[in-house]
Nanobody, 122 residues
């Protein structure tokens, strides 16, 4: 299984970006999550999708939307109303056996993409 994140870039505060996570080898039942890590900070959970159910970190709830297109082996993170504190490297992660109670835990995922930089600045 290989994952690749893309779509990062520079956005102004209040702007939008859509990240994509492309996968080879992952199945429809895989749980897919987005995590992010800002300079000098620990990696943090952003959002996850498991069998159509979604969960979000409180800091992004209402602004970010995670979705998937199983036919294309793609997972997306639509990010709206971006804030400077959203600046980070964003990673997608996947796992075949992530239970619902562990979706927010990075160590529960077996596969990771390389990360894509998101910078929110005016």
């Amino acid at each position: 299984v290989q994952l690749q994140a893309s779509g990062g870039g520079l956005a102004q505060p209040g702007g939008s970006l859509r990240l994509s996570c492309s996968g080879s080898g992952f199945m429809d039942y895989f749980s897919i999550a987005w995590f992010r890590q800002a300079p000098g900070k620990e990696r943090e959970f952003v959002a996850a999708i498991k069998m159509g159910n979604t969960i979000y970190a409180e800091s992004v709830k209402g602004r970010f939307t995670i979705s998937r297109d199983n036919a294309k082996n793609m997972v997306y993170l639509q990010m709206n109303s971006l804030k400077p504190e959203d600046t980070a490297v964003y990673y997608c992660a996947g796992g075949a056996t992530v239970i619902s109670g562990r979706l927010r835990q990075a160590e529960a995922y077996d596969y990771w993409g390389q990360g894509t930089q998101v910078t929110v600045s005016s």
